[in-house]
């Protein structure tokens, strides 16, 4: 049986009777985290639409856009998924560099490096001792998008989270290139008339840190200062709950909490050039 195939068996759906939310991610997001006390804030996101729908927690440690596509979880998800379904895609962490030859699953830049660009660029490589034909992070973003949306589904297309803002002992953030490309593959396919939203998660998740304060951030970054204990990682589901509600996704309507529950001294308000589509 293939590997695709073997994913696919874990990810169908229980019930078609209220809407899935498939998430494709990296150890920001996935089951159980970086791991060593770590968790991803997409096992949090149940809590925010209760019975209303479904959350299907497909976001994998280590990944990347490219190697998602490579061992076919983004085609997992789209055989699994119908007609008004969600999936929120949210990569990366993983995806900065430069890919080289000769790598492996545990050397070089193990299968995840996408090629540079915000185009259509391929670099060729040899990985795992096999060509490989690399593709922009807008590649595989858009293309995984359009497997979901021919299936029937909407997308939100979120920003990657920021690395701990406290680390150098004064806050700072600055938006990766990967918010711009995820902006970017949004309009690119449309945008909310072709029902695909973005979401500034990683603004929002970054306007968090500040409000809670160097210590405890600090003090929730048990392994580095990428993975998030716990604790951390649902104050930054709840920065996405935030994100989702100050936009224009009728996936927002779904929430349970209430704008007013969301926004205070731990997450903040909207931000000013928040739509899901920003000005």
């Keep these: 049986m293939q590997f695709s195939s073997l994913i696919s ?46 959350v299907n927690n497909s976001a994998y440690a280590g990944r990347s856009a490219r190697s998602f596509t ?42 995840r490096v996408d090629c540079p660009g915000s185009g259509e660029e391929v670099c060729v490589v040899t990985y795992n001792n096999v ?37 150098t002992g004064e806050f700072k953030f600055t938006p990766s290139v990967y918010a711009y490309y995820s902006m970017l593959v949004t309009q690119e396919l449309g945008g909310p008339k072709a029902g695909v939203y973005f ?37 930054f589901h709840q920065a996405f709950v935030l994100g989702l509600k100050c936009g224009t996704s009728p996936l927002a309507d779904l929430i349970v909490n209430a704008t007013a529950r969301i926004e205070g001294p731990l997450l903040g308000t909207c931000i000013q050039a928040n739509a899901t589509l920003p000005i």
């Excluded at 979901?148 to 701990?164: D, H, M, Q, Y």
């Design 9 to 54: 068996l874990s990810l169908v759906p229980l019930s078609h009777a209220i809407p899935v939310i498939y998430i494709a991610g990296d150890s920001t997001t996935a089951p159980d985290g970086g791991h060593n006390g770590t968790q991803g804030w997409g096992e949090y996101l149940q809590y925010s639409f209760s019975a209303n729908t479904r």
């Design 70 to 111: 490579r061992e076919g979880r983004f085609a997992a998800i789209a055989e699994a998924l119908v007609p008004g379904d969600w999936v929120i895609i949210e990569f990366g962490i993983n995806d900065a560099g430069i890919p080289q030859n000769g790598s492996t699953s545990t050397t070089g830049d193990k299968g």
């Design 131 to 167: 060509t490989e034909y690399v593709q922009t992070f807008g590649t595989y973003v858009k293309n995984a998008s359009r497997l979901f949306l021919e299936k029937g589904a909407k997308l939100v297309i979120s920003e990657r989270l920021p690395t701990n803002s406290w680390q």
């Design 199 to 235: 979401v500034q998660h990683g603004q929002y998740a970054a306007q968090a840190q500040k409000l809670l304060g160097k210590d405890i951030v600090k003090a929730n970054y048990p392994m580095d200062n990428t993975h998030p204990a716990p604790y951390l990682a649902d104050i």
